[in-house]
């Protein structure tokens, strides 16, 4: 054996780059998401207060260090919560994102607001909770360990009292998505591969044309969030108690896939290409018109692709039912939102999932680029606050 005392490389996201960490790197088993929204009164200068020390605390914490701060005198109440100390990171990332009331006045950005960056239009089957909707800024913290991913949405939030309350919660116990090729693709709580034709990092072409906002994309006073992406979450409850019942066959047409292999109806393996013209000997398309996948499929609606990053979550009971409040907290990132639009547009009228899924909230957030490496004075939206 091995002598040596070298311990494992520590699982650190590098946090700083030209992009955020938190969207093309590989998907964390646990998510621990926040929005929040600026307390009245407050200034430009205070939320530039609020991303400097955010950015410190969120950089310190995907090293596996404390937040920045006095940790050890016995008269003061330590800078760091403390429930991560002797935690990994599991590759801890935290991703920053603003929502369109920033931009509304308050802090003198209604020049800098992106024109797509907007509450995003009601949709069709929408069934939205609006206490659980929105805010002007969003944290999303991922990690294989469901407490340190906590711990980082914790402390962002005490170190923001008096600037920002937190609107909404949400935690995610396991990915639903793989994000890069050396992945296993994961099932969701219907017991299916989720994220198998997801787009891959390992294919930056498709990433520049549909996730990374290029220049072009953001001129004039939002040329402040090139290279960054808008982050599309939906709270989505799955009827399981409903989906449970059904049969096999009629589950494996709601996706057009197979539930076992997670392959395409139209044959072949899980990777094969989906073969939607094919038909079965009875006449009807292998893979139904309603089926889920063919509705989202970018072959069928004009090349639209969005990276998904989402997880199952669990709340517990509804009261008034007696059923699990479960599902699928889908978190996606993109150029545009219209991406989002378009696919949602298809799949809220015509997708035979619908009998099974409720939307329960939504939010639009546009990411700011990476914090810049080798400059320590970079935080997170700087060119937004100061440009
Ligand atoms: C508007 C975008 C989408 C929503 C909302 C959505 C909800 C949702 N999806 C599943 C399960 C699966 N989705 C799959 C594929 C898939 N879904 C979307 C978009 C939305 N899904 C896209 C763009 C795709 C890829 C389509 C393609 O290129 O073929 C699949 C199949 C496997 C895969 O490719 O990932 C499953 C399974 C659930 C359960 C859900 C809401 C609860
Ligand atoms: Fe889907």
Known sequence: GCSTATPPPPQVVAFRGAHQAGVDTAAQDRLAFAAFDVVPGSSRADLVALLTTWTAAAEA???????????????SPPAD???AFDLAPGN?????????????????????????????????????????????????????????AFHAVRNLARLGRGTVVTRW?????????????????????????????NLKVEDPAAM??????????????????AGGSFLVSRRIRMILETWDRDVLSDQENVFGRSKSAGAPLSG?????????????????????????????APENNNGTAILRRSYSFTD????????????????????????????????????????????????????????????????????????
């Not at 596996?64 to 008269?75: A, I, L, S, Y």
């Not at 994000?179 to 198998?196: E, I, V, Y």
């Not at 520049?208 to 969030?225: E, F, K, M, Q, T």
């Not at 009228?349 to 990476?370: M, W």
Request: aromatic residues 8%; proline residues 9%; charged residues 15%.
């Open 81 to 83: 919560t403390g429930e």
């Open 268 to 296: 072949g393996d899980e990777f094969t290409p989906p073969d939607f013209t094919k038909t079965l000997a009875t006449g009807l398309p292998a893979i139904p018109l309603d089926a889920h996948m063919r509705l989202a």
């Open 92 to 148: 801890l990332t935290v991703t920053v994102g603003f929502g369109p009331g920033l931009f509304d006045g308050r802090f003198g950005l209604a020049g800098r607001k992106p024109a797509e960056l907007a509450v995003l239009p009601t949709l069709p089957g929408d069934t939205l909770d609006p206490t659980i909707s929105g805010g002007d800024l969003a944290i999303q913290a991922c990690s294989e360990d469901p407490q340190v």
């Open 61 to 75: 914490m995907a090293a596996g260090q404390p937040v920045p701060g006095n940790n050890d005198d016995q008269n």
């Open 169 to 197: 919660t949400q935690l995610g116990f396991g990915r639903t998505s793989s994000t890069s090729t050396a992945q296993a693709t994961p099932r969701n709580l219907m017991g299916f591969k989720d994220g198998t034709r």
């Open 316 to 387: 517990g009971v509804d009261p008034t039912t007696g059923m699990l409040d479960a599902g699928l907290f889908f978190i996606a990132f993109m150029r545009s939102p219209t991406q989002f639009t378009t696919l949602q547009t298809q799949l809220g009228s015509h997708d035979a999932l619908n009998e099974y899924i409720r939307h329960t909230s939504s939010a639009l957030f546009a990411c700011p680029p990476g914090v810049a490496p080798g400059n320590a004075g970079d935080y997170w939206g700087r060119a937004l606050l100061e440009g």
């Open 208 to 225: 520049n044309r549909s996730v990374w906002i290029a220049p072009g994309d953001v001129p004039g006073g939002a040329s402040w969030l």
